[in-house]
């Protein structure tokens, strides 16, 4: 049962760390927020593997748990988006320092 | 039946709560109930006192003490104040007449007060508030409850003194009162501390005056030396001696019902009543008494000549209080206490009326003061006219009079006691005949002669109300009596006052409270004063009262048949007659050598140690951190982007550590 185990925490790691670089790097809001949804997906992955690894159902659920906050995470941040841009027509998030002092 | 004795400071209490809390709503709805009040808790505090003053004279003279204690006001260790009343003939000579005197002021004040808008209220409250502090004063039986008492009369000295405090001068007037006698009241509390703490020493901690009086002789002659100097040092600044007199004369910035009950009648007495009722200390040291003597002798002296040249009959009054005062002080000085109150009592009786009189004077000419704009009223208001002479007759001391007995007393003892000497005797005759002379002129100017007021107040000249002539004549009336009851020995009298307070003075006090100290002194003084014959008296009186008429036929002189005879003067002898209109330069000398290096002090302490040390090192504390947060804040930037950089560079140095330090 262990084939390949490896290979899938290495392709989620690679996941994780392009989510990563998208998430510090890129100016639009959208492709951050596409960033950290690789990144959950990356974690997803891990989840599984090591549940098939120990062969214990946990994994899948707290996968299905990280899904559920990803959807309902994904609907309240597009919401925001799409307020952002009627507002100040922009959605680069450099512009908006407003979580200042 | 003296366990009422509460009755008496609580009844004007009353009175203040009442108007004080509800005043204007009553003052809106029913002015009239506002002086109710006022005049009838201080008439009911009268009765109970007279009620009590006839049962001690029922009782036999060595009982006539009675301690009542209330309540514990404090509590510290050992050492406990109660609020306690003590009875006995000195507290309840002084509470007679300061009840009696203050009620007859209260009734004037109707009148004259009546015409002040808005502010009626206010002005029985604090006169109530005056009678239950005065009245503390003289009826406690420690010295922590009569230190209140003094403190409160203070402050309602103060109070009344900037009544109408819209007016700059009138506050300032109250607030020069008030800081000369925190002044005194600082030593008086310094006296009192030394006392309390000495006789701690000796496992007595009370300040109950029968304790204290009682183990006095376990105290050192030095030690009650400079307790009983710092006391007076308190005394003279209530009492307006050299050296803290200056704020009486500028008092006289209140209504006048004020200047009559406070600045003459009752609260400046506090004083001489402190002495007396200290007598056992006082006694012990004889150096603490010569300063009394020679200050009294001193302030009686230069007051009066401070009064020969004012305009202002209200200030003119004012130092003649002090010269009496200064009297009085003489009295306590060479050891007649008895004299000494003598004269409190018969001048609060005169000094009062003056008061009042000058007050109706003043009420006709439309608030004009100054005496050269006055004259002829004498036909215009006979009742205040022959009222003010029969004070002033008795001011003066003339023959048959009330001043004539207390004040021939307190010079007799002056020259006759083994403490007094001739010099001090000169000295208030000199004194007296000044009295004579400046009274005079104050008569002969007001009321003598043409009227000298403009045509706009000529027209509003009148007789006062009837409120306020009824206690002139009650006051007149007790002027010319009052001195029935210390008529001496030497005149066919038996002194009443003297034996009524022999209980608690000198020798009777000695057998009250069972201290042998002092008696020696005093056993030697009434051997000396029986020694001396009446025929000296006789003769002194005799050159007292000659050279008195001789002040008033100098004043007749000078101020009715040529009135040219002042002014001649004064060109001839410019400098006496600037440095006596000008008190002797005794302010500014105050000015020049205690307020302006007091402010200079203050204004130092206030710009420098202030502002630059205590506040630079507050502020200083504050701007410091205020530097730090703002170089803290740059790294706030509100950029999401930069928070992430810095979450995920922590990230991996945790797990940098844990891989790197920890398993490898």
Redesign the interface.
Known sequence: MADHQNIYLLLSAILFTIGCGGVLTRKNAIVVFLCIEIMLGAVNLVFITFSRANTSPEGIFMVMCVMAVAAAEAAVGLAIFVLLYRKTGSINIDKFNLLKW | MFDYVWLIPILPLVGVMTNGFFGRRIERSNKKLVHWIGCGTVGLAFLVTCLLFLKMLGLEPDKRLYDFTWFTWMASGDFSVAIGYQIDPLSMFMCMFVTGVGFLIHIYSIGYMWTDEGSYFRFFTYLNLFMFSMINLILADNFVLMFLGWEGVGLCSYLLIAFWFSDKANAVAGKKAFITNRVGDFFFAIGMLLLLVNLGKHGVWSLNFSDVFSHASLLSPGLITAICLLFFLGCTAKSAQIPLYIWLPDAMAGPTPVSALIHAATMVTAGVYFVARCNILFTMSPLAMQVVAVVGALTAFFAATMALTHNDIKKVLAYSTISQLGYMFLGLGVGAYAAGLFHVLTHSFFKALLFMCSGCVIHAMSGEQDMRYMGGLRKKMPITFYTMVIATLAIIGFPGFSGFFSKDEILWKAFSSPSGNSMLWLIGVLAAAMTAFYMFRLIFMTFFNECRASEEVKKHIHEAPKSMTFPLIVLAFLSIVGGLIGIPAALGGSNLVEHFLEPIMGLGAGKIFQDAAGTAVLHEAHAAAAHASYMTEYILMAITSTIVLAGVGLAYMMYMQKRTIPETLAQKFPVLYKLLLNKWYIDELYEWNVIKPLHSFSRFLWQVADVKIIDGFVNGTARFFMRCGGML?NI??????R???TF?AGTVAVIVYYIFVLYI
């Open positions: 804040r706030q930037t509100g950029y999401v982007q928070y992430a950089v995920v």
